[in-house]
């Protein structure tokens, strides 16, 4: 397994500090775009030179001249820029290339990459997406790296917890913490348990804890999804079914009750059944006693039922959506799992272990930029644990060494109003009046801080009563009043 000194030397070989002395070259027929991608690429205080020509650019590399990063117009009056990549690859293997271009198609992006440019940027394009391109080679170049440093530990996938080797549960949070307590005591109890909480919160890890720490953790774990099947598979595939019971019935079959005798079955979103099943399951949970589908004897079974669902069953109870004496059956005990943003201390090392999950596989260590771990936890993760998993994930494999703001999902990075500013302009022959590039970007700002005047004023540097009238003159108030927060 990779030591973390080597892993620290492989994060240092990936993250090397931007080469001062070499210039980016900007190649593209089109003055304005080339002068538009310096500017953006000199806010990184990198050198730049600029061709507007094929044959400029190849004298360039013929006369010796070095480069830190090439950006490249595909189509340019003297030839092909692609093919001009494969050139300057095969003489440079690791020199970072970006095709640029308003001609593209995706056989063209395909081609490109597969010849190993960076990346392939469609115009127009934003000043913000050609940085995050430069970031991709060049992590330390960005704000969010330089300003915030780093995070945590590196990350290579040798990070130890806990519970290595049985059910990994992240409990640094207060309500976590209790709730990790409340496993301990549950799991020694005979009772069925109900397991509620939002979609993504982890409920069928909490229902595997239970397990792992009770005296049926010898036996079987099974879960099933009940709002996936219909009446007729459902009952089949918990109580089993004899040859003949149905169209498809060939073989007398265990369902898996039978098979997790002596374990724990999960039953996932247990409020999606119907009444009929409903009544069914009661009757086993109370008699312990089973009937396979098609046949009328009963077998004698010994299972623990944990019951989950992302809804307030006690509602849908109200609502004679759900049967009261199931419920109360099933709620022996009871667990709640909160949201991610009710629990904010368990983001950051959530992140962490889920990385380390993900370097495991891709052996490419990672470290955590200061300002992405920030956006991370400010925001406020709709689908909760699941959805943090899935961003942690793309990023430490979008990264180049460091996870920067720029490699998360596009959901995270509106976080970031330094990089909102920017509009699509490069590359686009649309020119816009200045109140109109005003109006854009004060709206977007709104949007970002969900209407918040008070919050949009002070980054706009603009009083609130200027902030207020504009919006009413516009019609943003009715426009985006569902999607705005009141003050």
Known sequence: MTSVATAAASVESLIADYPEHLPVLVVDDDADVRSSISRCLRRCKVKVVESGTLSDARRRFRSGEEFSFVFLDRRLDDGDGVEFAEEILEDYPNLPVAIITANGSGANAEKAIEAGALAYLPKPFTPAEIRRVLFRRYPRLSESFRDGELAGPIIDGSLQYEDEGGVTLIAVSPQMIKLRLEILEIAKMTRCVLVSGASGTGKELVARKIHEKSERAAFRFSAINCGAMNIQLIESTLFGHVKGAFTGAVNDRKGI?????????????????????????????????????????????????????????????????????????????????????????????????????????????????????????????????????SAVDLAAQRCNGIVLVSDLPKDLNAWDLKAADEMAVIGHAKLRSLEEASNDHILLVLRMCQGNKSKAARILNIARSTLIERSQERGWDVQFADEWETE
């Open 257 to 389: 009750f039978e098979e997790a005798n002596g374990g724990t079955v999960l039953l996932d979103e247990v409020t999606e059944t119907s009444e009929e099943f409903q009544i069914k399951l009661l009757r086993v949970l109370q008699e312990e006693r089973l009937s396979r589908v098609g046949s009328n004897r009963e077998i004698a079974v010994n299972v623990r039922v944990v019951a989950a669902s992302n809804r307030n069953v006690s509602e849908q109870v109200r609502a004679g959506k759900f049967r009261e004496d199931l419920y109360f059956r099933l709620k022996g005990s009871e667990i709640v799992v909160p949201a991610l943003r009710d629990r904010r201390e368990d983001i950051e090392p959530l992140a962490y272990y889920f990385a380390n999950l993900t370097v495991k596989e891709t052996k490419k260590p990672v470290q955590f930029s200061r300002a992405a771990v920030t956006a991370l936890q400010t925001y406020e993760w709709p689908g909760n644990v699941r959805e943090l998993q």
